[in-house]
């Protein structure tokens, strides 16, 4: 007992008290508290906007829908660079007054 008053003890004793310490349970209402809570307050969070902000964006998601949602009636020519190129120029007659 004298070792344990003066923290003084050997690698062996130090790890025969480690195998034989055994961690209390937590208590059921302090899980509930942790993680219980987390969830019903994510479930209950609110943020406040103001009703001119939130129906711009309302407006914004609607129109967002609509054009995502209707498609292309014809097939989008697909581009490409001139191989050639051959300028003309035309002259325009002047017009007497």
């Known amino acids: 007992m004298e070792r344990l008053e003066s923290n003084e003890l050997a690698d062996q004793e130090l790890d025969r008290l480690l ?5 209390p ?11 219980g809570g987390y969830w019903r307050k994510f ?3 609110s943020i406040r906007i103001p ?3 939130a129906c711009c964006l309302l407006i914004l998601v609607a129109v967002g829908a609509w054009r995502w949602s209707t498609k292309s009636s014809g097939d ?4 490409q660079p001139v191989r050639e190129l051959r ?3 035309i002259k325009v007659a002047e017009h007497a007054e």
């Open 19 to 23: 195998q034989e310490w055994r961690v």
């Open 25 to 35: 349970q937590a208590p059921r209402r302090l899980r509930q508290k942790i993680f």
């Open 43 to 45: 479930w209950n969070l």
């Open 51 to 53: 009703l001119p902000v």
């Open 76 to 79: 989008v020519p697909k581009f």
């Open 87 to 89: 300028p003309r120029i």
